[in-house]
């Protein structure tokens, strides 16, 4: 038989669109075509199939005019996750190994000289595609990202690491390859605890009902106040991720290649630099590959020394931090990646860093303070929920200060407080629509009064308006209270007494 046929996936966005690979035997002068938008990589898949097949004992059909064929045609493929399958058509088109085996597997991987089987990105995505159409095939995929594979259930994934032990599985009485098994989700790694923090008292607070609500965290205040070690200890405050959140994150995680088994079912923590592009946070590239806010997905994106971020880069957030997805346009295709993400930034207040400072004179002037300041945008702000300042401390102080709350305690009450709004409401209250809050946020008389009159003299826009309610709401969770009072609505307004809080 001249001709086979093996079942693959291409990555598409966080889609894995199926591929077919086509590979035709033909007399005539020996030659090696890949056609079916194939870019570099995939072209390069004719040596390094080459090199494997004869490495490992294999006969290649050098006397043959080979054509690889991956339909659809238009559909962009990259990587080197088509050597498996152009190596499995080659051997089947020769008469090797059974083509009828074949029509009941879906697979990737990339080959090594030696036919050593190589990981893929995008794992995770594949298997989730496979079970959305029905899960009919088996799944085989090299070791180790047949491993995140078979974290998707109601699946069978074969695992390998050889091209020869592939073969020998695919002969007539050969004995199938061993199914990937499921790792456990492991125990939270141990990460820093808010007791290491001393004094900070209102950051803290801020930082509790930051992680009880899902809201945004904007920390203003002088270098060395405590800003990157509150944002780092967020993680360990937020409740553990359900399954389909979980499985959610590591699918983005492994089509950037980044997934760590070890990490399974923990939540990202994102902190990148503030030389970071916009591409580079919110996605981009040819083809489209997930930016940061996607690789927080379910996660805290945590942006210290905000105001040197390019503007843009800055901008670009506005969107998805309202809407929970980024849909990447290009003139050829589109991409959609998820971007639920908990932003928690930092910045100084001046470009010295010490207006307000108690402990050090601040040498910046109006102007220069001025324009610091307004690198961030009244829209960007009015997107973030907490607002608060991080006050310099004396170091003498420090020492007669005892430790705070460990992780643990107040990581109990955000869950309590957390398990309240998803019994309310199905979510976080920073998820909750505007159109929810009159049901599920009830003001009594006086925190009514209170708000009106605070939004009035503040100049509130109404989405300020709603982002303070939905802390208030919070901040009543927390205190197990069913409707929000007026010290729930005055500690929701303290909150947003920070930088921008006019906004």
């Known amino acids: 038989m001249s001709l086979a046929t093996v079942h693959s996936r291409a990555l598409d966005g966080l889609a894995a669109a199926p591929v077919t690979v086509e590979v035709h035997l033909a007399n005539g002068l020996p030659s090696f075509t890949v056609v079916g ?37 238009d559909l962009p493929k990259e990587g080197g996750r088509f050597d498996l399958p ?144 509150l944002a780092q200890r967020l993680p360990g405050l937020l409740p553990a991720l359900e399954d389909d959140d979980a499985l959610a994150s590591a699918a983005v995680l492994s089509l950037a290649g980044q997934f760590d088994i070890a990490r399974w079912g923990q939540r990202p923590f994102r902190a990148p630099h503030h030389s970071a592009s916009s591409v580079a946070l919110v996605g981009g590239g040819s083809p489209p590959r997930p930016g940061e806010i996607s690789l927080a997905l379910h ?56 207006l ?29 929920d907490l607002l608060i300042e991080v006050p310099a401390i004396p170091p003498r102080d420090l020492q007669d200060l005892a430790p705070g709350e460990a992780s643990a305690t107040v990581a109990a009450r955000v869950a309590a407080a957390r398990s309240r709004a998803l019994a309310r409401q199905g979510c976080a209250n920073a998820l909750l629509p505007p159109q929810a809050l009159a049901d599920h946020a009830v003001l009594e008389a006086p925190a009514r009064a209170l708000l009106d009159r605070s939004a009035e003299r503040l100049g509130w826009s109404a989405r300020s308006f709603h982002r303070v309610l939905r802390v208030a709401r919070t901040v009543a969770d927390l205190a197990g209270a069913e409707h929000l009072g007026a010290a729930h609505v005055a500690e929701a307004i303290q909150l947003r007494r920070g930088l921008g809080s006019s906004a």
């Open 37 to 73: 938008l194939a870019d570099t990589e995939v072209k390069e898949a004719r040596e390094r199939v080459r090199a494997a097949l004869h490495n490992s004992g294999l006969s290649f059909p050098a006397n043959k005019r080979i054509t690889v064929n991956l339909a659809p045609a």
């Open 86 to 229: 152009m190596a499995l058509g080659l051997l089947a088109a020769n008469g090797q190994i059974e083509p009828g085996r074949l029509a009941q597997l879906e697979c990737a991987g990339e080959l090594s000289l030696a036919g050593e089987l190589r990981p893929v990105r995008g794992a995770l995505a594949m298997a989730l595609a496979l079970r959305q159409a029905g899960g009919a095939r088996e799944l085989l995929l090299p070791a180790a990202s047949a491993a995140e594979a078979a974290l998707v259930e109601g699946l069978v994934v074969r695992e390998a690491g050889h091209l020869l032990d592939v073969v020998a599985a695919l002969q007539p009485e050969g004995e199938a390859l061993p199914r990937a098994a499921a790792l456990p989700r492991l125990a939270p790694l141990a990460g820093p605890d808010l007791a290491d923090i001393r004094g900070q008292a209102g950051p803290k607070r801020a930082l509790e009902v930051a992680a009880a609500g899902g809201h945004s965290l904007l920390m203003t205040g002088p270098p060395g106040t405590g800003k990157s070690m």
């Open 299 to 354: 996660g805290v994106l945590f942006l210290d020394e905000l105001p040197e971020f390019q503007r843009t880069a800055l901008e670009a957030l506005r969107e998805p931090m309202e809407t929970g997805r980024i849909l990447i346009s290009r003139a050829a295709r589109q991409a959609e990646f998820p971007a639920r993400f908990q932003l928690v930034a930092a910045m100084n207040p001046c470009p010295c860093g010490h």
């Open 356 to 384: 307000g400072n108690p402990l050090r004179a601040c040498r910046c002037t109006p102007d220069q303070v001025a324009r610091y300041q307004g690198r961030l945008s009244g829209p960007f702000l009015d997107r973030l």
